[in-house]
């Protein structure tokens, strides 16, 4: 079995007759570099090498175990997934909880083995700044769960008002393989038995806890403001808090070159005093939040595949748009030539229509009845004289009208 490991997503078991390719989705979405304090993107690779597998394969499963995580990173990936033409499985392999839950949701069939859970609740998110900042930030967020309540009435049959109300008022609604499947957001219930289930008092748990239950990495006992306060030191070169009878070092701060803007001086002011509150806690975490927000950018090499992504399809349009161009050009050409050939057709017609009505007007002012007649290809008539160059006073009387109305004789 070959296994392709990439942060917080798994490859696996890729057949060799290319009927089928296994993606096993566990922990928070995406990875959290606690030493950094800045999420590992990864959802851009995700979705580069799941198109790569739709190239190859016929059908995708993908096993979900997530307590969820940022909706920034899981929209491209659920937005991938739902838009694939290929035959996409998605199964709960324990718990299917906020972000994880909406990913799982993006299959063609969606499977839940018998003890797990899929959890839906409200978007939630962190704002800093002023009212004006935060007001955005709730938008966003209800944004976000409009798309969401959209997924859920569609594979559902439920409105989207009987979603609203049931799922996304505020409390985390945990519900069983059976419930999920009688509200109508699974498709089959599966024999199997989830060897990671989450514990039975899960519905008991703030999300916080259940986040923590999906921690991959396990650290020291120390506290929260303990590791914060040697980050943050770490990354600016600083001494410790002054001690009793010391006169501490003049300090050498070396900004993060990539984050110069972000001095951390509420921060560093507070970490300077003898005692941290849990005020002083609450207000460094807003400043840290922000140092993750201004750090958090793509790549070059993320970037410039974005940028082949949508110039590749842009190029296909405009291609498809050029032979377009260039058919609609070819038959507005030949449309005019028909016309043209029309119109000259038209016009030996309106001659011809002109010159029969001024013969019909000369036989009508001359009173004379065309007996015996001749024309170029006469029919024969019995008793019709021979004579060749025979001329009847019809005859001369068109020749005078003719010559008076200017028309070749």
Request: charged content about 30%; proline content about 3%; cysteine-free.
């Amino acid at each position: 079995m070959s296994k392709q490991t990439t942060g917080f997503y798994e490859i696996f078991n890729k057949a060799e007759d290319k009927s089928s390719v296994d993606i096993m989705l566990y922990g928070a979405i995406p990875d959290f570099d606690l030493d950094t304090y800045k999420m590992k993107n990864q959802a851009d690779k995700f979705v580069s090498e799941f198109k790569k597998l739709e190239k190859d394969f016929d059908r995708i499963n993908i096993y979900i175990n997530s307590p969820g995580g940022y909706l920034y990173h899981a929209f491209p990936i659920f937005n991938v997934i739902a838009n694939s033409k290929k035959d996409v499985h998605t199964y709960n392999d324990g718990l299917a909880a906020s972000a994880g839950g909406y990913i799982l949701l993006a299959g063609k069939t969606i499977h839940t083995a018998k003890n797990a859970f899929l959890m839906i609740h409200r978007a939630s998110g962190i704002a800093f700044g002023n009212a004006d900042k935060m007001r955005d930030t709730a938008d966003m967020m209800e944004k976000y769960e409009g798309v969401i309540i959209d997924r859920l009435a569609s594979i559902s049959g439920q409105s989207k008002e009987d979603i609203q109300d049931k799922y996304f008022d505020g409390k985390d609604h945990f519900l069983t393989a059976e419930e999920a499947k009688e509200a109508g957001f699974v498709n089959e219930i599966e024999d199997y038995e989830s060897e990671d289930a989450p514990p039975s008092n899960i519905t008991n748990m703030a999300f916080g806890e259940v986040m923590n239950l999906y921690k991959k990495e396990q650290h020291s006992e120390e506290s929260l403001i303990t590791r914060i306060t040697n980050h943050l030191r770490k990354t600016f070169t600083l001494t410790p808090a002054k001690q009793e009878g010391q006169d501490p070092p003049a300090p050498t701060p070396t900004p993060n070159p990539t984050n110069t803007d972000m001095n951390f001086e509420n921060s560093l002011s507070l970490l300077s005093k003898e005692t941290v509150t849990a005020e002083d806690l609450a207000a460094i975490k807003a400043e840290l939040q922000a140092y993750h927000d201004a750090g958090e950018k793509f790549t070059d090499e993320e970037v410039q595949n974005r940028i082949t992504e949508a110039t590749a399809t842009l190029s296909e349009e405009i291609t498809n748009l050029s032979t377009e161009k260039a058919n609609a050009e070819t038959l507005v050409s030949s449309l005019t030539e028909e016309k043209e050939t029309l119109s000259t057709e038209k016009g030996k017609l309106d001659t011809e229509v002109k010159n029969l009505k001024v013969t019909v007007e000369a036989y009508r002012k001359s009173g004379v009845k065309p007996v015996n007649a001749k024309s170029d290809d006469p029919d024969k008539i019995d008793g019709e004289e021979g004579a060749v160059n025979f001329t009847s006073e019809t005859d001369v009387e068109i020749k005078r009208q003719r010559a008076e109305m200017g028309i070749g004789q």
